[in-house]
């Protein structure tokens, strides 16, 4: 199915989360989830818009919500705010968020977002939820420590790779990380090669 999930101009559809009930999708240039019903047999449905609302504040004319995950349970989503610099946890069914306290950290340029259970990186075990943040334009990956409350994440350490080229986004397949470069900037964005790069 296709779906107008709004109406440009003033919109900017980001990255989008699929859990087992839905898809939902950021829109970095509104305050607001977009979110499409899925079957039990994967089929779309229904599209609804929810407001955000709490924590989360919306600043015009910048880029903000931008990557999103799921928790392990799908009752919550996290998101990453790229102008405030903040992660920010949604609830789905209501549109209510929190801000993530990170500390001191510098999420600039927050871009795509992994979440997944224990890893191990260099021989460090991280128990519990590890969440990646892609930093794009920062050619970065910062690793955090996710709380179980989730309203705090602890940054542990950062992966960087000379292949870096402004990443934008972040996923894993078995053991490995790999990251695709976007390239933002490039003078001749057609004629130029991109790359996914293993990472970690």
Do not use: C
């Not at 240039?29 to 499409?36: D, E, F």
């Not at 991280?126 to 990646?132: C, F, I, K, N, Y």
């Not at 790779?161 to 402004?166: G, I, K, R």
């Amino acid at each position: 199915r296709e779906y107008q999930l709004a109406a440009p101009p003033g919109t900017f559809i980001n990255d989008v989360v699929l859990t087992r009930k839905a898809a939902f999708f950021t829109d970095s240039q509104r305050p607001v989830l977009y979110r499409i019903a899925l079957s039990r047999n994967g089929l779309p449905g229904a599209l609804t818009t929810i407001a955000l609302s709490g924590e989360y504040q919306h600043v015009a004319g910048q880029l903000n919500l931008n990557g999103i995950v799921a928790t392990a349970d799908e009752k919550m989503l996290i998101g990453v705010q790229t102008f405030a610099r903040k992660l920010i946890l949604i609830n789905p069914s209501t549109g209510g968020s929190k801000a993530i306290d990170i500390g001191r950290y510098d999420l600039a340029n927050g871009d795509g977002l992994l979440l997944q259970g224990a890893t191990r990186h260099d021989g460090l075990l991280l128990p519990g939820s590890t969440l990646h943040v892609v930093q794009n334009r920062s050619n970065r990956v910062a690793v955090f420590w996710l709380a179980p409350s989730l309203t705090r994440a602890t940054f542990r350490f950062a992966i960087t790779d000379p292949d870096f080229d402004v990443p934008t986004t972040i996923d894993r397949a078995g053991k490995r990380l790999y990251v695709v470069n976007a390239r933002f900037g490039t003078a001749t964005p057609a004629n130029q090669s991109y790359h996914v790069v293993k990472a970690g």
